[in-house]
């Protein structure tokens, strides 16, 4: 077992370093696995996608293998009631539909929600389909004392609804960054204020992730087979106050002017099918409208 986790970076294959860590200490991940999109293949404004130190052309069959086992892992080290958030895509080969759904059904994990994420520029282009811009991110959850549906978000988090719409990174050395906005929305929304947390990112890449964690206070675990991204994400990790405006800038996102249950004790309208007070509140408005 590693005793010596917390903030460290680890370079070398996910599967047998996750094995190697102790069960039930991380609370939440975040993390987008190389997609076995093949390194031959290209679309028309995009170049092949091709990762330092790694291969992105596996038998599909033992892709999705290796994926299932890998998440069972993450699993067993995830605390009960802890998240993980996987980005991934919906993918073709030779015209049959590759989805996510495909692998993740076999973890064990509870898939808590779906998130479209809108990347707003399209990759791997042809005009076989409608070009595609959109990713998936899967909150994964692992029950706490058999409840499946876990702790309620606070409105200035769910208000922000499950479409997520911003670009990928562009000035980074790895082929395939998502940007700071996203893991810094999912570990703020799911934490809060909350701090010292313990933070993973299993295909850490350029260390997105792990800056995200340490701008938001906790701490992290990262793993990659490259030891160029490696020694490019601990250098990012010296320098993370330069990214601070960047997170704050996603911070300043979660807001809400006024929540639910406020407007429902000052009987304001809740929704079409709410209490009898809406009715009133409506009755009113109209009233108020024909003055």
Request: charged share 30%; net charge positive; glycine share 6%.
């Amino acid at each position: 077992m590693i005793k010596n986790y917390k903030n460290k970076i680890f370079c070398g294959d996910t599967l047998t370093i996750l094995k190697s860590l102790p069960d039930e200490i991380v609370d939440l991940g975040v993390t987008s696995p190389p997609y076995n999109k093949g390194e031959d293949k290209k679309g028309w404004l995009v170049k092949n996608v091709k990762y330092k130190g790694a291969s992105d052309k596996l038998p599909e069959n033992l892709y999705q293998k290796n994926q299932v086992a890998v998440l069972n892992e993450i699993f067993r080290i995830t605390k009960s009631g802890g998240s993980f958030f996987y980005n991934h895509k919906i993918r073709w080969e030779r015209g049959i539909l590759l989805h996510p759904m495909d692998w993740l059904r076999k973890t064990k994990w509870v898939i808590r929600q779906e998130i479209i994420w809108d990347r707003m520029i399209a990759a791997n282009i042809r005009g076989w389909r409608f070009w595609q811009v959109e990713e998936r991110i899967y909150w994964l959850y692992k029950p706490k004392d058999n409840h499946y549906i876990g702790k309620e978000l606070k409105p200035r988090h769910a208000l922000l609804t499950s479409i997520w719409r911003f670009p990928p990174e562009r000035e980074n050395p790895h082929p395939a960054p998502f940007p700071l906005a996203l893991p810094i929305r999912c570990i703020f929304s799911v934490m809060d204020e909350e701090k010292g947390k313990l933070i993973i990112d299993p295909y850490c890449g350029s260390g997105t992730t792990l800056v995200a964690a340490k701008i938001l206070g906790h701490n992290f675990i990262g793993i990659d087979i490259s030891k160029e991204y490696v020694k490019f994400s601990e250098k990012r990790l010296r320098n993370y106050k330069i990214e601070e405006k960047y997170a704050n800038e996603e911070i300043a996102k979660h807001i809400v002017i006024k929540t639910f249950k406020e407007r429902k004790e000052k009987g304001e309208f809740t929704g079409k099918y709410g209490s009898q007070n809406n009715k009133k509140v409506e009755q009113h408005s109209v009233f108020k409208l024909f003055e």
